[in-house]
Nanobody
Framework: EVQLVESGGGLVQAGGSLRLSCVVS????????IGWYRQAPGKEREELSC????????YYADSVKGRFTVGSDNANNTVYLEMSSLKPEDTAVYYC??????????WGQGTQVTVSS
């Protein structure tokens, strides 16, 4: 069974940085596209970034482009999301998602990011 575990969330002041990690177990991360999403209270889940771990292709939503960077450590089955210049509106629960070429879809449990003004 594929499992995803996020970590690295916390409380940070506006303008600060955090690094989120998503560790994949039960399969090799190179067989998946790994996406990062967030959901703030009362809002829909928003896709932020994605990386195709087999070739490094990345995607960023306009809301985070230039501030967030996604990367993968395939040897350790881990995908990262480096977040900088954080704003209070970045406050949300952040999730990672794994999507295989067979359209198998897995979610982590989420990690809370709170940005204070």
């Amino acid at each position: 069974e594929v499992q995803l575990v996020e970590s690295g969330g916390g409380l940070v002041q506006a303008g600060g940085s955090l690094r989120l990690s998503c560790v994949v177990s039960g399969d090799t991360v190179i067989d998946y596209a790994i996406g990062w999403y967030r959901q703030a209270p009362g809002k829909e889940r928003e896709e932020l970034s994605c990386i195709v771990t087999s070739d490094g292709t990345t995607y960023y939503a306009d809301s985070v482009k230039g501030r967030f960077t996604v990367g993968s450590d395939n040897a350790n089955n881990t995908v990262y999301l480096e977040m900088s210049s954080l704003k209070p509106e970045d406050t949300a629960v952040y999730y990672c998602n794994a999507l295989s070429k067979f359209l198998s879809n897995y979610w982590g449990q989420g990690t809370q990011v709170t940005v204070s003004s």
